[in-house]
């Protein structure tokens, strides 16, 4: 048994914030992140949960696929800013979605957690555990940025993308590849909270995300151009006949690097940064959703997925429409 996305969703906050609006409260310019990202705009969660996102996305997926709700057997959701500690936002969608036959879990793998849960997804299914998934990547990090450090808020946006992955005669998925490196862990950084049970001693402090760009920026040109080409040998496939690559959407310049190094026309590469920002775990799944929206991936289409982030770690698929 194989597995193929049947069915895609997303949803974004309904507050827009332009590069414009945070020079109106910060020290920076519409010049600086465009040119260095080219980020244009975000969407920011101001009455969103992540919840309410994460089912909006679910119920278009789960409409687009034909599948209800109960026939679920698995909901898998990549997150690392869920509304709660406990239950995981999987569990939340769950009740949201009244999925009462599903098995629902978490992955933390930041901006990679998309493709894990993917990957994740395809093993339950290629194994016959489970016949009927639904994944989901979605992120509100503005509560997880220090919004005095403007050399990381600026970067980030909220928002949530779904797919449903079905059993298939036929393959969807061709070929996964994924690594890890968490001896670089520090480049992209967030800890949890400080333990303060009665026995430590010393002030809680809350933290954010902090990031090292220049060592991010290195490790992803350097390490997604390798996975991809990887996975797309691994499907026994070249380069060019690939359609479309769906990248995490962290950066123009990595993006446009990855095109180089691969030499693969930009005009492959679909973005939507310039109005959404890196949405970490949602990243992935709001382009995809976007892109079919949009009617760009026909039947047969040969298409990449890949993610890449803290761990540091990353992940590539190549999958057939
Ligand atoms: N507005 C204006 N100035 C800013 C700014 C902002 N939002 N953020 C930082 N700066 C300033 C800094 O204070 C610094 O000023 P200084 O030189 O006077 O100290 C200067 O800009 C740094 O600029 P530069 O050296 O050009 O930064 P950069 O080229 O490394 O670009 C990133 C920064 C973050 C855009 C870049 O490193 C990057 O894209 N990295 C990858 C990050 C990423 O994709 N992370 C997510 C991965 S999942």
Redesign the pocket.
């Given at each position: 048994m194989r597995s193929r996305i049947c069915g895609t969703g997303s949803a974004l906050p309904k507050r827009e914030v332009t590069n414009d609006d945070l020079s109106k409260i910060m020290?920076?310019?519409d010049e600086?992140?465009k040119s260095?990202?080219g980020i244009g705009a975000r969407h920011l969660a101001v009455e969103e949960t992540l919840t309410q996102l994460a089912a909006q996305a679910a119920s278009q997926a789960l409409q687009e696929a034909g599948v209800r709700s109960e026939e679920l057997d698995m909901i898998i959701a990549a997150t690392l800013s869920a509304d709660n500690i406990l239950p995981s936002l999987s569990c939340e969608l769950q009740r949201e979605l009244g999925a009462k036959n599903a098995v629902a879990f978490d992955i933390n793998a930041?901006?990679s957690g998309f493709l894990f849960a993917l990957q994740t997804a395809d093993a339950y299914i290629r194994c016959g555990q489970c016949q009927k998934i639904l994944i989901v990547g979605g992120e509100i990090l503005s509560k997880m940025v220090d919004w005095n450090d403007?050399?990381t808020c600026?970067?980030f946006g909220d928002g949530a993308g779904a797919a449903v992955i079905q059993g298939s005669e036929t393959p969807g998925i061709l070929s996964s590849v994924s690594g890890s490196d968490g001896a670089k862990g520090e480049a992209?950084f967030c800890k949890n909270r400080e333990n303060h049970n009665p026995y430590v001693k010393g002030a809680t402090e809350v933290s954010y995300v902090s990031?090292n760009?220049?060592e991010?920026?290195k490790f992803?040109v350097r390490t997604v151009p390798k996975a991809i080409l990887e996975a797309v040998n691994k499907a026994g496939l070249l380069i060019e006949d690939i359609d479309l690559f769906v990248l995490?959407q962290?950066?123009m310049?990595?993006i446009e690097s990855v095109s180089k190094r691969l030499k693969v026309p930009i005009e492959k590469f679909p973005v939507n940064l310039e109005t959404c920002g890196?949405i970490?775990a949602g990243s992935v799944p709001v382009l995809l959703d976007a892109v079919n929206q949009k009617g760009m991936l026909k039947k047969g289409d040969k298409i990449v997925l890949a993610g890449?982030?803290?761990g540091l770690s990353w992940g590539a698929c190549v999958l057939v429409w």
């Open positions: 020290d920076t310019s600086w992140i260095r990202t930041a901006c403007r050399s600026v970067l992209l990031m760009g220049q991010v920026y992803a995490h962290a950066n310049r990595i890196n970490s890449f982030g803290a």
